[in-house]
């Protein structure tokens, strides 16, 4: 559980509908039509921009703002320089028993096991690599869409809620509903771009990073097994992908495991 979407979302909401109470009623800002035309709008537009399927595999994707396994680049470097370690001593047919808890990682060494080419390994990890990039980058590309279409649609209900107040003006008990419409629609399509459908795509983005990262160590990190190079050269490259504090903890660590 990703504690900081949680607190973030909670924070957010808990301040606009603090202040809202703070001057008034938090019923007088509830307004079923304008839900409607700013929510189903914006999810329609959404269904006609993209394929039902795609649609559906966002909401999917959406899940790892709020639950998502933690990707630690340091612990993927000191557990290549272990199965390095490990095939120097015995040889590559000795990482055949290895446990590895990393998918990617596990797919690497498997292939390199198996006697392909290094050419091969490497083009099946990159196009494995491209494809999960391009399934997340959907997941982004339709919060995105729904982030700039929110306020959009809140325009929308805005001139709704302007026409009907016009042509009511003969009717003063009908201008308040009208006048509300308008300038809730407004609201609803900020709060939702702002402070849900932006923030999720910002999100997923930066999930989407860290993953992408940690499998091009696996690659490099198997190029480097299938070329036999000595396992603290293959620290020292692979350290390129951590900050300092990072590449400290990770050197500390594979002492330790030595």
Known sequence: MDLATIIGIVVGFGLVIGSIMLGGSLGAFLNGPGIVIVLGGTLAATLISEKLGTFIGAAKVALKAFIAKPVFVD???????????LMRKEGALALENEEIEDGFLAKGVRLSVDGLAPDEVHGTLVSEMRSFLERHRQGHRIFRFMGSTAPAMGMVGTLIGLVQMLQTMDSPESIGP????????????????FLVFNPIADKLECR???????????IMGVDSLLKGENPRFMRDKLDSFLDPKQRQAAAKAGEESE
């Not at 612990?75 to 290549?80: D, E, G």
């Not at 009208?178 to 771009?193: D, E, F, K, N, R």
């Open 208 to 218: 989407t990073n860290d993953e992408v990262r940690n499998m091009s160590v696996v």
């Open 178 to 193: 009208s006048m509300a419409v308008a300038l809730l629609t407004t609201l609803y399509g900020a709060i939702l771009a």
């Open 75 to 85: 612990k993927t470097i000191n557990r290549l320089v272990e199965l390095a370690t």
